[in-house]
Nanobody
Framework: QVKLVESGGGLVQPGGSLRLSCVAS????????MSWYRQAPGKERELVAY????????NYADSVKGRFTISRDNAKNTLALQMNSLKPEDTAVYYC??????RGQGTQVTVSS
C-alpha cells in the first residue's frame, strides 16, 4: 500500500522559512521521480518542484525559483522542500506526489502577517 505523509506546514510571516517533509512507503522510493504540488483556494493545482530518482536533476516553477529547494534522502525514503523568503501568494496546501501519481493528504502553509 503506497503511503505519502507530508508534514512541516504552518503559519509563517512574510519573509520567513518553512521546511516540508514527505515520508514515503509502499513503493521503491529510490526509483521514483518525486514532485511537490500546491493548491490554493479557488486556484488550480500547481507543480512547484520536481526531483528525479537519484536527486541529480531538479526543476522549479518560475514563481519559486531561487527561494525553494527540493531534496531527497533515498536511504530514509524522505522528500523535502525548503521554502525561504515566503510570500503571501505561497499560501496553499502542499502535496508530495510520486511519478506514478500517488500523493499524500497535504500540509497547509499559510504566509501572513
Amino acid at each position: 500500500q503506497v503511503k505519502l505523509v507530508e508534514s512541516g506546514g504552518g503559519l509563517v510571516q512574510p519573509g520567513g522559512s518553512l521546511r516540508l517533509s514527505c515520508v514515503a512507503s509502499g513503493f521503491i522510493f529510490s526509483t521514483s521521480g518525486m514532485s511537490w504540488y500546491r493548491q490554493a483556494p479557488g486556484k488550480e493545482r500547481e507543480l512547484v518542484a520536481y526531483i528525479n530518482a537519484r536527486g541529480a536533476n531538479t526543476n522549479y516553477a518560475d514563481s519559486v525559483k531561487g527561494r525553494f529547494t527540493i531534496s531527497r534522502d533515498n536511504a530514509k525514503n524522505t522528500l523535502a522542500l525548503q521554502m525561504n523568503s515566503l510570500k503571501p501568494e505561497d499560501t496553499a496546501v502542499y502535496y508530495c506526489q510520486s511519478i506514478a501519481g500517488f500523493r499524500g493528504q497535504g500540509t497547509q502553509v499559510t504566509v501572513s502577517s
